[in-house]
């Protein structure tokens, strides 16, 4: 279920030599990434400062996601940066009923006589 698309967006790793930089991303389900959703590998990094690549794949509402990514050029891969979670909510759902606390059905605990 998504309302738009959503864009995964990293600032540009530096490239010593100047070289083209692709990135690749992942999603998944959780922080140590094992419960993979989707992902590429083959996002060429942009001349901005900053690279995206919009997820492909419908989210479900009201779940946690974990992302990572990292860049390579034609001979090496960097580093993966560190996980980081995003809530997926679409819908603005209303708020539960709240629930008694006190006093119960049939306490008598608050009648005088």
């Known amino acids: 279920m ?4 959503v864009v995964l ?3 540009n790793a530096d490239a010593p030599l100047d070289q083209e930089l692709f990135y690749s991303f992942t999603l998944a389900m959780d922080p140590t ?3 993979m959703v989707t992902g590429t590998d083959d ?3 942009s001349e901005d400062e900053t690279t995206s690549w919009t997820i492909d794949v ?3 509402e009201n ?3 974990y992302w990572t990514a990292r860049a390579e050029d034609e001979w090496t891969t960097g580093f993966a940066m560190d ?3 995003f809530f997926v909510n679409f819908v603005n759902d209303p708020p539960l009923s709240p629930g008694i606390n006190f006093p119960m059905d049939g306490d008598l605990s608050l009648i005088h006589i």
Do not use: C, H, M
């Open 83 to 85: 996980p980081v979670g």
């Open 63 to 65: 779940a946690w996601y």
């Open 43 to 45: 996002v060429v990094g």
């Open 33 to 35: 990434l094992e419960t």
């Open 9 to 11: 967006v990293v600032e």
């Open 2 to 5: 998504n309302a738009g698309p």
């Open 58 to 60: 419908d989210l479900v």
